[in-house]
């Protein structure tokens, strides 16, 4: 039924004493209400107006019954006060909590008078519960038309036989547009160890949202609604608690975009009602293990079976996660940080290497080769300069003079060498053409158990072309019959050798003349000649 518009401006001075009454008490001086923002004003004084719906002068004896429609004979108001708000094309909450006597609320669209939606009581007293809240004050939802005008009528509740509570004092009356994290994909980001301040005012349920909270307990199902999210992000493997508080909060605890809560809690401490915890503070229960990535986190207010959502609890609420993370994922007594593969508990520091598989269980950077199986280990680990050879490692003899490192030291002992010297005995004849006479050779500190060989190169050398001699001790000097008869550019080859020792060869060429040009060579211990 249309409110009757042009009855109330007819009447606007039949109405109570001049002065007395509140500025918004008449339809006509309703005050603008913007979105977010409460208004606190008495109704002492306020009036009803001729044929102002929901009222004693209601046309039709219409009042408000619990459903939230108008209908005769249930509860009407008293002493009532008028705002107007616009739509913004969303839901829109209209509550008078924190008003202090039994209120009730009528919202009318302006534009033809037809009203939208009533209320009484928040939480209607149940005489079959009479444990349970009775909540007075009144609430409504709506969906709003964009750029649409709404008035809100407030009283207080009539009869006084229906009602709980006198029928003046202070109203206070917000209109609520949702808050931003209102929908779960506009769940707003939180970090853990950081309280996020929030409000779930005006906040709505949406379409298939969960709202019942089974925990198993005796209490059996909890029931929330006004629900707002939050998305927490973990960054590695540990245990979380999710918690919030303000009032009596509902808390749900979602992986990604699972459609069912990993778990949920009304009350933190079991039979306190309040503050929400999971998993639950009282009686404890193990925190929960978390794996990086996306958690959701879905809050809400409880409100009592049997009762419409709207009866869920609201107001500035906190948001916390607390994050543990496990240092030790393998359980191998090794804290996460020093331990390079937290994820198998046979690689850790102190662990024992297993050689030649690539792998490095003991973390200290390097896996352990023995490619050749020789027992001794590569660089860096081991000392092995040569793991591709098995008869090269730290354990092998060195053979001297053999320029090989065998024993991976840097090194490569030679052998030792004589400081011998050798020189000949010559003279130089001219006739009948020019020649030189070798009757001899010497030698200068000849060390024991060393073998001279003197060979002549030559076309006048004699048959025996080698003379070889054993010297049996060490001697300071000695000389050795050569009898070599040779021409200019022929040559005397002089070979003292001892094994395991570097010997000394010494050629020297004939010239007419002239001294003989000595050549110096060293050789090994089988006589070969070497670099000296």
């Given at each position: 039924?249309?409110?009757?518009l ?14 007395a009454?509140?500025?918004n ?25 001729a ?53 009730v609320?009528?919202?009318?669209e ?8 009533c209320?009484?009581d928040?939480?209607p ?6 444990t ?17 005008h709404?008035?809100v ?32 994909s ?58 919030a ?6 808390i ?12 949920c ?9 309040g ?7 009282l ?28 009866a869920?609890r ?12 496990d ?22 520091p ?20 023995d ?21 090269i ?32 005995v ?37 048959k ?5 001699f054993?010297?049996k ?5 000695l000389?050795?019959?050569?009898g070599?008869r ?33 050549g ?13």
């Amino acid at each position: 039924m249309a409110f009757a518009l042009g009855a109330i401006v007819a009447c606007l001075t039949a109405t109570g004493a001049a002065g007395a009454a509140p500025i918004n008490d008449d339809f006509a001086d309703r005050l603008p209400i913007q979105l977010g923002v409460a208004d606190t004003r008495s109704n002492v004084g306020a009036t009803i107006e001729a044929g102002e719906r929901l009222t004693a002068n209601d046309p039709d004896g219409f009042g408000c019954n619990k459903q939230g429609e108008a209908a005769a004979g249930d509860f009407q108001m008293d002493g009532t006060m008028w705002w107007e708000f616009t739509g913004n094309g969303g839901p829109i909450t209209v509550s008078t909590l924190a008003s202090n006597f039994d209120t009730v609320l009528g919202v009318y669209e302006i534009e033809g008078g037809a009203m939208v939606a009533c209320n009484d009581d928040l939480q209607p007293l149940d005489p079959t519960r009479p444990t349970l809240q009775f909540r007075v004050s009144s609430e409504v939802l709506l969906e709003s038309v964009a750029g649409r005008h709404y008035a809100v009528q407030v009283g207080g509740c009539i009869p006084a036989e229906k009602c709980w509570d006198k029928t003046s004092g202070n109203v206070t009356l917000r209109v609520s547009q949702t808050p931003v994290n209102d929908d779960r994909s506009a769940a707003e980001s939180i970090v853990a160890g950081v309280p996020v301040a929030m409000t779930n005012t005006g906040a709505t349920l949406e379409s298939g949202e969960m709202m019942t909270c089974d925990t198993g307990e005796v209490q059996g199902v909890h029931q929330y609604g006004k629900t707002v999210w939050f998305r927490y992000v973990a960054p590695r493997v540990g245990t979380a608690a999710f918690s919030a508080a303000g009032f009596d909060t509902v808390i749900a605890v979602y992986r990604d975009s699972a459609s069912m809560p990993l778990g949920c809690n009304d009350d933190a401490v079991e039979g306190q009602f309040g503050a929400s915890r999971f998993p639950k503070l009282l009686p404890p229960e193990p925190l929960l293990e978390v794996t990086p990535g996306e958690y959701l986190i879905q809050v809400g207010g409880f409100f009592d079976d049997g009762f419409s959502p709207v009866a869920a609890r609201n107001g500035p609420l906190s948001v916390q996660v607390e994050f543990i993370p496990d240092l030790d994922l393998d359980d191998d007594g090794i804290n996460t940080e020093r331990d390079c593969n937290d994820q198998n508990a046979a690689i850790r520091p102190g662990a024992e290497e297993i050689w030649n598989n690539d792998i490095d269980e003991n973390c200290d950077g390097f896996p352990v080769y023995d490619r050749d199986h020789d027992g001794v280990s590569a660089p860096p680990l081991g000392t092995d300069c040569r793991d591709d050879d098995a008869g090269i490692n730290p354990r092998t003899g060195e053979v001297p003079g053999n320029r090989v490192d065998e024993n991976c030291d840097t090194q490569t002992p030679d052998y030792p060498r004589m400081l011998i010297r050798i020189g000949i005995v010559e003279k130089q004849y001219k006739k009948p053409e020019p020649y030189s006479w070798i009757p001899a050779v010497s030698l200068v500190e000849v060390p024991a158990g060393a073998q001279v060989e003197v060979r002549c190169l030559g076309a006048d050398c004699p048959k025996m072309l080698v003379k070889r001699f054993q010297v049996k001790e060490k001697r300071g000097s000695l000389e050795l019959p050569a009898g070599f008869r040779l021409a200019p550019g022929e040559r005397v080859d002089i070979r003292v050798t001892k094994p395991e020792t570097i010997g000394r060869e010494q050629v020297f060429k004939i010239r007419a003349g002239k001294k003989p040009v000595p050549g110096t060579y060293c050789l090994d211990p089988v006589g070969h000649r070497r670099p000296c």
